[in-house]
């Protein structure tokens, strides 16, 4: 079976300092892995997805991601938080049964200081 | 290219009650799913419809239902509306057969029932 699962849920930075958010997935096979953001009381935009290519993967807005299998682990990170990246981050899988739903993980709030 | 668009933005409803939530997908998209947010916790998978059928579903009781038109937008309807059926629902529009496609997600719905 598949799963995301969201190590911290919820992480504080300050303005100008790295971000890293932790995702670990289960899959029994080469997952498709993918990041989305969601601010506040808006729907979901995608941040950057893994499928197979390039283990590290560049998303929007400084955004970055490494597939680590051995580690089962695809961490979100940026190296200087804005505070427009404030908002809920959301680990997921998608599922191959025939049809593919996307599974989430359960999101992390990232909170940025001045 | 137009995006997912979702209607409406809001909406309260009384328990026991129906409504019908609506979702064009992006063009070019030919399949669409829909996902229940409840407050604090990460989208859950209702189900998905290709070419105008229903193509897999998540763990949602049967008064959970959908159309497709040929068109490919959407509907997502609710009968004997219950307390915990509170939440935003978002509609994702992809195309099935192109490879590692990505989702496109709306704003979605805030549905409170009372």
């Known amino acids: 079976a598949q799963s995301v699962t969201q190590l911290d849920s919820h992480v504080s930075v300050s303005e100008g300092t790295p971000v890293l958010l932790r995702c670990n997935y289960s899959s029994s096979y080469s997952p498709s892995l993918f990041w989305y953001v969601q601010h506040p009381n808006k729907g979901l935009q995608l941040l950057l997805k893994y499928t197979s290519a390039a283990t590290l993967v560049k998303g929007i807005n400084g955004f970055e991601a490494e597939f680590k299998k051995s580690e089962t682990s695809f961490h979100l990170t940026k190296p200087s938080a804005h505070m427009s990246d404030a908002a809920e981050y959301f680990c997921v899988v998608r599922k191959r049964d025939g049809y593919n739903k996307l599974i989430f993980g359960a999101g992390t709030r990232l909170a940025v200081h001045p | 290219e137009t995006g997912v668009t979702q209607s409406p933005t809001h909406l309260i409803k009384t328990r026991g009650q129906q409504v019908t939530l609506r979702c064009s997908s992006q063009s070019g998209h030919n399949t669409v799913s829909w996902y229940q947010q409840a407050l604090g916790q990460g989208p859950q998978f209702i189900f998905q419809?290709?070419?105008?059928?229903?193509?897999g579903r998540g763990n949602f009781p049967p008064r959970f239902s959908g159309l497709q038109f040929p068109n490919y937008s959407s509907e997502l309807n609710v009968n004997a509306l219950e307390l915990d059926d509170s939440a935003l629902y978002l509609c994702a529009s992809s195309h099935e057969g192109v490879p590692n496609y990505g989702y496109t997600f709306g704003s979605g719905t805030r549905l409170t029932v009372v």
């Open positions: 419809y290709y070419r105008e059928e229903e193509n």
